[in-house]
T-cell receptor, first 115, second 110 residues
């Protein structure tokens, strides 16, 4: 199947710093990418929809100024957690939609720990 | 917001037995998809069933969809230890957005 990568796979940072997570579709062009967060033993919660060349669409309750999303190319979207706090610690997962097969492929996730 | 509810939340069976997981949803859908997630890892797409389909097979997986009851089931036959994972259903709303169920944690005991 199609491959989506995320980098880094895990990151530990101090409170107040910003962290950037990259999501890449490796063998297809994704006009749309999605960012989710997942707390332990819970399901995935959609944070935002990222469209190439336009502003991201955020879900209700997600602060767009805190979670900055950039989708500069058809194969790369980035999520920047600004001024991270311990409550931002979570597992962040991206997905990329392959329009040719109408399927979302998920990255391996990034575990963020804010001290 | 979460649309799907999955049943059971946790399932533990012996290797070789069949595992059945159910998913219910609330709104009209274009399709329903099942994903597997190993602990601490990303999601693996298992199967997609469209709203005009009733049953679909892929290897040891069998998915059914009943749009009148707004429910779907995932059957894994002849389970293996490697099937231990969490399984999520996800419904496609509108053009692209996926809404995930709460998931079923499946444990296969050797």
């Amino acid at each position: 199947g199609a491959v989506v990568s995320q980098h880094p796979s895990w990151v530990i940072c101090k409170s107040g710093t910003s962290v950037k997570i990259e999501c890449r579709s490796l063998d297809f062009q994704a006009t749309t990418m999605f960012w989710y967060r997942q707390f332990p033993k819970q399901s995935l919660m959609l944070m935002a929809t990222s469209n190439e060349g336009s502003k991201a669409t955020y879900e209700q309750g997600v602060e767009k100024d805190k979670f900055l999303i950039n989708h500069a190319s058809l194969t790369l979207s980035t999520l920047t957690v600004t001024s991270a706090h311990p409550e931002d610690s979570s597992f962040y997962i991206c997905s990329a939609r392959d329009p040719l097969v109408d399927t979302q492929y998920f990255g391996p996730g990034t575990r963020l720990t804010v001290l | 917001s979460q649309q799907g509810e999955e049943d059971p939340q946790a399932l533990s069976i012996q290797e070789g037995e069949n595992a059945t997981m159910n998913c219910s949803y609330k709104t009209s859908i274009n399709n329903l998809q099942w994903y597997r997630q190993n602990s601490g890892r990303g999601l693996v797409h298992l199967i997609l069933i469209r709203s005009n389909e009733r049953e679909k097979h892929s290897g040891r997986l069998r998915v059914t969809l009943d749009t009148s009851k707004k429910s779907s089931s995932l059957l894994i036959t002849a389970s293996r230890a490697a099937d231990t994972a969490s399984y999520f259903c996800a419904t496609a709303q509108g053009a692209q957005k996926l809404v995930f169920g709460q998931g079923t944690r499946l444990t296969i005991n050797p």
